[in-house]
Structures are given as structure tokens and as C-alpha cells.
């Protein structure tokens, strides 16, 4: 099987095709994925489109085609894509892979990139999203940034007429869901953290978390004489330096990394080595000496020290339910006048956290054209009960009685960052009935809380889905219907899966209902009349095939 993007009449008129015949193959405008086997999957262009990466210090934005006739049928053939209607549609944007720039700092696979880029413009889709990995950019040292491979992929892009939004990610990449590669901190900084392992984020037990560094030292000169605030600020400001050409162009938006997945939450369901698993309530993060001080303080300013000496005694454990549990259970010590405290401190340090940092991305960016976003976790399991404990460690004081996304949705407006938000996709029946899910009252929260501020809301899938039932749930919740509207939405992710057959006939019919405003107008099945963009069965190849390995 394998999918083929027909340059079909809807693109190119009778005379295009008859001067199409004087040129070789006469099949100007045809890609095809074949799925060959579960390891190996090839991208097949013909030979009639030119694939070429673009080297790092090109800054052509030519097309890649040759000659200005092809340019033209180059034009037609992206004819679906030509801009969204203004003010009704949702423009689609698709994650890149996770090691789309190598360890050594170039572009990975750049020919089936470029092709890859080609593939998704004729889909429809606006842009794609990337990460600006701290631990690849900073690798060398303190201050020694490397962008040459976040470079050529922009200007790659910027060719294709696509967008790009740009991750600052100052988090670890492995040991959570869909983490397909392993990309920890920089080395400087994790010889900081091995001569200070309070750097990071510790649970009760003593396990140290080193995904990302802990909140509590934000202020502090911990990491070679700058505050960890500061070392975010001069990445992001070396960002807008290299970059200031692009930003607000073709890089529309940069979405500001504040935790572990790059989301403003503690890392309080770690899936490394086995620590936790769904839908286990996790464990509170605050036992690092910064946090305790903190704590201690927070205690000390109300005249109750007893409250600080530690976290909750009677939280349970990662895996446990929260009836299992003194603090979650339905009448537990969450209600009381002590959980209240303890809980109001957890998740305010942690809007605090996300305000300086988002603060300091405002004054960064000011002026650059360049949308500001931040991520919000969407973590429905236990939403169906009184104290949401899972929220509840995850720092999102969010209750039965008590709004917790609205102080964080005010924060963000404060800063005019875009709330970006994940589990867009789900559907409560589709979850197991034990886990008290309800992914749909959670967005619809959150819908709720981004009206109530004037908080711009986006979108993500938590997980990846290609099936035409999730891109149905997007459509719905991407309305606002019930309270806000997306402004965008982030699809999860580009991979060999991804160009198969079915899956990408679903991601053009969603990037075409998108744009229009969330109308459900399918692609028919065969699409006779080749009045859409035609995702094919297998088409013939010839010995002229050139190949390009899929990222």
C-alpha cells in the first residue's frame, strides 16, 4: 500500500497537462509513500521534482523546482493551501520528530525532510512546530550556542511557503510518553546537578527527578554564577538574535518551555523505569532544600511552622487511587485548613515560576512580529472526583469547588501568551471507567477559563491518533461553541506512520475542515471527480524513482 499526492485537474488546467507531455514521465507532481516494513519506510519522489536539502548558510528561497514554468505548476499544485479564510478557519501546524536536529547539532535527514515538507504544504496544513533543544543548543558550554541545524531547517521551511513554531525546550527529552530519543540536559549543567542534586525536583522518597531544573532555585546563582531565569533569558535571546530575520515570518510563533514535556506542571507522573503508571495519582515535587525553604517560609509568614517542616504525611504513593489515600480521599486532608495552605503554596510557586519566565520572553520578543505560547498538561484521570489528585500534584490546584486553570489563564493573559493546551482529542467514553477520566469536561474547563481572562487557546493531541474519530473530537472542541474557541491547533506528529494511506487521507480531510472553519466535509473515499486533494492507492513506479529515507 502506499499514498500517492495526484497533481489532479483541480490543479492543473489542459494546457498545463499537454505541456506537461513534452517533459519526462509526464508525471510532474506526484509523491508517493510506500510502507515497505515495520523498520524501513521509504519517501519516493519521481524524478520529475528535484529534491534538495538546503545547505546552512543558503539563504535562497527559491523554489525546488527548476525554471519559472515549473514554478508556476508548483503553484497550482499547492493550490488547496493558499491560505486559510480570515477569522473562520484553524490553521494546522505538525510536530516535527523529536531528533529532527542530531546530537552533533545538523539537520537530520534533510532530503526526506524537504521532501516530507513538500508533502504536508499540498495537505493544507500552516506550518509545522520544532524543538529548540537547551541540552543540544548549549551542549558545548555555558553560553556557546549552536543553532546551524535549527537554521536550515527554518529556511527550508520559510522555501516551502509553511510557518513554524519554535519550542525554547529546557527540558530533558526521554522517560515520558512518546519520547523516542533521549536528550538530556547540557553536560555543564548536569555536572552542576551532580555536585548539587538538589538542583532538580525531589519526591518524598528522595528520588531525584533531572527532566528539568527544580522551580524552587529560579532566583538563585546555581547554574556557573547565573540564576536559572537568567540562562533561559540568553538562550531565548541568542534565539531572537540569530533568528531575527524570520521571526515574525516565517517563525510565527515561539512557545516558551516551563517544565518537564515542556508544559508548566511538575513532574509528577515520571514514566522512567517504571515510576508511575496511568492512572496513578503521582507524588508531590517539593522536597529539594529550595522548595522546603520555601515552604518553611510560607509557613513561617502565616505563624504556623508546623506546616513546613514537610509535605503531606498521608499522600500516598505514585500508583495508588485516591481513596487509597488519607489527603485525596473524598473528605481528606485536601479540604481541610492545613491541605488548603500546603496546596495554595505548591501551585502558586508554580504560576509564579511561569509568570518570570514568561515575563522574560515578553521583553525578549517584544516587537518581533513572533506570537508567545506556554503549555498547559491536560490531565484528566481522577477529573471525575472531588480533590483531582492527579491535578493536585501536578500543581493545578484544581478542585471540585475550585477553579484551578483561571489563575494560570490570568497569568498568561497578563503576559499576552497564547494558553496551549493538550488532550484535545479525547473523548470520555473511550477511557476505562476505574480511572474517573473526562478529558471533555477538562477542555471545556479550560475553554471556559481562556474566555473568562481574554486568554488566546490552542491545541494539541496528547497522544498520537491518526484515526478519523479523533480528528472529529479536535473539530468539535476547536469550535466555541462552548466558551473558546482554537486559534490554532498542533498536530501530534510527522513519522512514517503518519504518510501511510488512511492516516494521511485523515490528516488532509481534518487540515481542509480546519481551515474551514471546522466543518466536517470529508474527502470522498475515491474522490472521482478530483475535486480535492486525492490521497490515492499504489501508483507505478519507475527505475527513475529517486528515494529519500522518511524522517
Not at 18 to 23: E, G, N, V
Not at 257 to 286: H, K
Not at 421 to 439: I, L, V, W, Y
Request: glycine letters at 10%; charged letters at 25%.
Amino acid at each position: 500500500m502506499a499514498l500517492t499526492l495526484h497533481s489532479s485537474s483541480s490543479f492543473i488546467n489542459a494546457i498545463d497537462i499537454k505541456t506537461l507531455k513534452t517533459q519526462e514521465e509526464s508525471s510532474i507532481g506526484s509523491i508517493s509513500y510506500a510502507q515497505l516494513n515495520s523498520s524501513t519506510c521509504r519517501l519516493r519522489v519521481k524524478s520529475s521534482i528535484k529534491i534538495e536539502p538546503v545547505s546552512s548558510d543558503s539563504k535562497s528561497q527559491t523554489s525546488i523546482f527548476d525554471g519559472k514554468r515549473e514554478h508556476e505548476i508548483l503553484e497550482k499544485f499547492h493550490g488547496l493551501s493558499g491560505g486559510r479564510k480570515t477569522g473562520s478557519g484553524v490553521p494546522v501546524f505538525v510536530m516535527l520528530p523529536l531528533d529532527t536536529v542530531s546530537i552533533g547539532g545538523n539537520l537530520n535527514r534533510a532530503r526526506a525532510m524537504n521532501a516530507s515538507l513538500m508533502a504536508l504544504k499540498s495537505a493544507g496544513v500552516e506550518g509545522v512546530m520544532v524543538d529548540a533543544w537547551w541540552g543540544l543548543v548549549e551542549k558545548d558550554g555555558p553560553s556557546k550556542y549552536n543553532w546551524d541545524g535549527y537554521f536550515e531547517l527554518i529556511q527550508m521551511v520559510q522555501k516551502h511557503g509553511l510557518k513554524i513554531q519554535v519550542v525554547m525546550s529546557f527540558h530533558q527529552c526521554g522517560g515520558n510518553v512518546g519520547d523516542s530519543c533521549s536528550i538530556p540536559l547540557p553536560p555543564w549543567v548536569l555536572e552542576e546537578i551532580s555536585k548539587n542534586p538538589d538542583l532538580v525536583y525531589t519526591d518524598k522518597s528522595g528520588r531525584r527527578n533531572p527532566e528539568y531544573i527544580s522551580l524552587g532555585c529560579d532566583s538563585l546563582p546555581v547554574l556557573k554564577g547565573r540564576t536559572p531565569i537568567q540562562v533561559y533569558s540568553d538562550f531565548m535571546r541568542s534565539f531572537r538574535e540569530t533568528f531575527s530575520d524570520y521571526l515574525g515570518g516565517v517563525i510565527v510563533e515561539v512557545q516558551v518551555g516551563m517544565g518537564p514535556c515542556g508544559e508548566l506542571r511538575y513532574p509528577a507522573y515520571p514514566e522512567s523505569n517504571g515510576t508511575w503508571r496511568f492512572p496513578g495519582i503521582g507524588e508531590f515535587q517539593c522536597y529539594d532544600k529550595y522548595m522546603r525553604a520555601s515552604l518553611k517560609a510560607a509557613s513561617v509568614a502565616i505563624k504556623n511552622e508546623d506546616w513546613g517542616i514537610s509535605g503531606p504525611h498521608d499522600s500516598g504513593n505514585y500508583n495508588q487511587f485516591p481513596e487509597d489515600t488519607g489527603f485525596f480521599k473524598r473528605e481528606g486532608t485536601w479540604n481541610t485548613e492545613y491541605g488548603q495552605f500546603f496546596l495554595a503554596w505548591y501551585s502558586d510557586k508554580l504560576v509564579e515560576h511561569g509568570n518570570q519566565l514568561l515575563g522574560a520572553a515578553e521583553g525578549i520578543f517584544r516587537g518581533t512580529g513572533a506570537k508567545l505560547s506556554g503549555k498547559v498538561a491536560g490531565i484528566h484521570w481522577h477529573y471525575g472526583t472531588r480533590a483531582h489528585a492527579a491535578e493536585l500534584t501536578a500543581g493545578y490546584y484544581n478542585t471540585r469547588d475550585r477553579d484551578g486553570y483561571l489563575a494560570i489563564a490570568q497569568m498568561m493573559a497578563k503576559r499576552g501568551v497564547v494558553l496551549n493546551f493538550t488532550c484535545m482529542e479525547m473523548r470520555d467514553g473511550e477511557q476505562p471507567s476505574h480511572a474517573n477520566c473526562s478529558p471533555e469536561g477538562l477542555v471545556k474547563q479550560v475553554k471556559m477559563a481562556t474566555k473568562t481572562t481574554g486568554t488566546e487557546l490552542a491545541g494539541e493531541n496528547a497522544l498520537e491518533r491518526y484515526d478519523e474519530s479523533a480528528f472529529e473530537q479536535v473539530l468539535a472542541t476547536s469550535r466555541s461553541d462552548t466558551g473558546n474557541g482554537l486559534t490554532a491547533f498542533t498536530y501530534l506528529r510527522m513519522n512514517k506512520r503518519l504518510f501511510e494511506g488512511e492516516n494521511w487521507r485523515n490528516l488532509v480531510a481534518f487540515a481542509k475542515n480546519m481551515s474551514e472553519g471546522g466543518r466536517n466535509v470529508g474527502l470522498s473515499e475515491y474522490d472521482t471527480g478530483r475535486s480535492d486533494l486525492y490521497v490515492g492507492l499504489i501508483i507505478k513506479k519507475d527505475k527513475k524513482t529517486e528515494e529519500a529515507v522518511l524522517v
